[in-house]
Nanobody
Framework: QVQVMESGGGLVQAGGSLRLSCTAS????????MGWFRQVPGKKREGVSC????????WYVDSVKGRFTISRDNDKNTLYLQMNNLKPEDTAMYYC????????????????????WGQGTQVTVSS
């Protein structure tokens, strides 16, 4: 009934850009807080960015501030993560998550709190 899917990952050189997209069926993204997470093998999944259901709350992990931008197009029911000036340390599997908590500018979202997840899209940044 509910399906979330990411796209837009790929291989890019350091300093390059990618835009990730997240679409959902059976779920109106405008009604839910949404998040982007990333994970590398052997490490815990970390929050990258999130946006509250009203759009008033936006959070970024410190390492991507000034480089990444989260946005949502309610008419297209699509969530985006624009990633600029990519660095090798950004290499990870990126996941879109729906229906969790995006609390404020300072508090990271909790992966376990999100109810719906995409399959992930790989981002690889070469040096």
């Amino acid at each position: 009934q509910v399906q979330v899917m990411e796209s837009g990952g790929g291989l890019v050189q350091a300093g390059g850009s990618l835009r990730l997209s997240c679409t959902a069926s059976g779920l109106s993204l405008a009604d839910y807080a949404m998040g982007w997470f990333r994970q590398v093998p052997g490490k815990k999944r970390e929050g990258v960015s999130c946006i509250g259901w009203t759009g008033a709350t936006i959070w970024y992990v410190d390492s991507v501030k000034g480089r990444f931008t989260i946005s949502r197009d309610n008419d297209k029911n699509t969530l985006y993560l624009q990633m600029n000036n990519l660095k090798p340390e950004d290499t990870a599997m990126y996941y879109c998550a729906a229906d969790g908590g995006c609390y404020n500018e300072y508090d990271a979202p909790v992966a376990k709190g999100f109810n719906y997840w995409g399959q992930g899209t790989q981002v690889t940044v070469s040096s």
